[in-house]
């Protein structure tokens, strides 16, 4: 089973916060359409929405060329509030994805559910 979670061409963005199944069996995650976006990279950015053809272009408000979940949480101009709030929370960054799933889930979940993605769409 880990083996056909390890080697599958899908889920890719999945795989970067459980590297293996027993990793996301023990976790206490509170899923809600923000947090399964982050986790899956599925939906509420323009790159996901631009691929569909649901978005004109994949450009984020900030100005970014491609607007994916990983510019959202890690580079994103228009979330450097938020953002700086979770890293003194955490005390460490860049935190690299497991361990924002794994060590800071609360903090993590409290910085995704802050985010407008409807703003961020402008």
Request: proline residues 2%.
């Amino acid at each position: 089973m880990q083996g056909d979670w390890t080697t599958s061409q899908k889920a890719a963005e999945t795989r970067q916060y459980f590297p293996t199944i027993q990793d996301r069996l023990k976790s206490k995650i509170k899923l809600t359409q923000k947090v399964t976006a982050a986790l899956t990279g599925h939906g509420m950015t323009k790159a996901y929405l631009h691929r569909f053809h649901l978005s004109e272009d994949a450009k984020c408000k900030c100005g970014n060329e491609y607007q994916s979940m990983d510019h959202i949480i890690f580079q994103c101009v228009e979330l450097n509030d938020q953002r700086e709030l979770l890293k003194r929370k955490m005390g460490e960054w860049p935190a690299n994805k497991e361990d924002l799933i794994t060590k800071y889930n609360k903090k993590f979940y409290v910085f995704i559910e802050s985010i407008d993605f409807e703003d961020l769409k402008v």
